[in-house]
């Protein structure tokens, strides 16, 4: 938890030209598995002008903390000035003097998770929430690229852009394990060449109602910018329908890929390689957090003991592997079975 005094230090120190400077109402609003969220309230005036502001801390632990940081930091501000609704971004710090990890400031959202909407409602009562949660994700895969990513090369469509991701998934394999993932990595690499091109857009990676908030008055922000990247917008989708697959069922899941493909105005073809190699990153990540620990995976302290209240997801991440490769980890079976 932090803590009032290390906010206030931060702040007078940053901004020497406040006075009054209070902070108040700190508030635990951690829940996911990589960050740890904090709400506050930060006033002070400047000159004339007296400010209140509900504001969010996110804090960084993990490997790699500081840039991911400063890139969620970046990517949300680009992404805003882009006209792509998320929360205003204020701070950051890559060092972890002030807070005990590197930190963002970012606005508060008042209103409820999306998360809220889809629990416990049958799917064919979902409609507008269902709808408004596709429009978000078609939308995002529509900003252009260079305004959020203009350092990174550019792509015609993502055929080049796939030989180079699964390159770095071989890399990442070598580097991070598990070597019993190899059939999966293999798998992908035999069947890349069917792969029909995608066009190259901004990937959120972590596209879940959880992750959009919904205000009083209808409009919404989406958060969690954290493992955002480039990419071929069918990783994004079947992510996505991955998760709301395991933990919902295939029919759930199912109508979101469905749902997905009216907003976006087009057939996503190909949907079962992007599944398989969301597949591949489900179990790759979970099979490193409980290995070797959340903090080698990039997660914070907790998040492992959360993994483990979810296992049953991950029993059916890998029945789905079955189904579309004919392939079963032994060595998963076990893992999950030793957790």
Do not use: C
Not at 103 to 109: A, Q, S, V
Not at 202 to 227: C, E, K, Q, T, Y
């Amino acid at each position: 938890m932090i803590s009032v005094a290390a906010l206030l230090d931060y702040y007078r120190g940053a901004h020497p030209s406040w006075e009054g400077v209070s902070v108040t109402d700190v508030v635990d609003m951690t829940s996911g598995w990589e960050t740890e969220l904090y709400g506050f309230t930060l006033e002070y005036s400047e000159g004339s002008l007296l400010v209140s502001k509900r504001l969010v801390a996110r804090l960084y632990p993990g490997r790699h903390a500081a840039g991911k940081a400063e890139k969620e930091f970046t990517v949300m501000g680009r992404l805003g000035e882009a006209g792509y609704p998320v929360p205003g971004v204020h701070e950051v710090e890559t060092h972890a003097d002030a807070l005990g990890l590197p930190f963002m400031i970012m606005d508060w959202i008042e209103g409820h998770s999306m998360m809220d909407d889809f629990l416990g409602t049958p799917i064919e009562e979902l409609g507008p929430h269902l709808e408004a949660f596709t429009r978000l994700f078609a939308d995002l895969h529509r900003v252009d690229p260079a305004l959020i990513f203009p350092e990174s090369p550019r792509f015609e469509d993502t055929s080049g852009y796939l030989e180079m991701a699964l390159e770095r998934t071989a890399r990442g394999l070598d580097e991070m394990g598990p070597p019993w993932l190899r059939p999966v990595l293999d798998w992908l690499g035999e069947h890349r060449n069917g792969v029909s091109p995608g066009r190259f857009s901004v990937l959120h990676r972590d596209f879940h109602p959880g992750n959009i908030m919904a205000r009083p008055d209808g409009s919404h922000a989406v958060i969690d910018w954290g493992a955002s990247s480039l990419g071929d917008p069918r990783e994004d989708l079947m992510w996505t329908v991955l998760l709301a697959s395991a933990f919902w069922g295939r029919p759930f899941g199912e109508t979101i890929l469905e749902a997905y493909q009216r907003a976006a105005g087009e057939e996503v073809r190909d949907a079962g390689f992007f599944e398989v190699a969301a597949i591949y990153r489900r179990i790759q990540d979970t099979s490193i957090s409980f290995m070797r620990g959340a903090e080698e995976a990039g997660m914070r302290a907790g998040a492992v003991e959360q993994m483990k209240e979810s296992l049953g997801h991950l029993h059916s991440v890998h029945g789905f592997l079955e189904e579309r490769t004919g392939i079963r980890l032994p060595e998963f079976d076990e893992l999950l079975g030793r957790v």
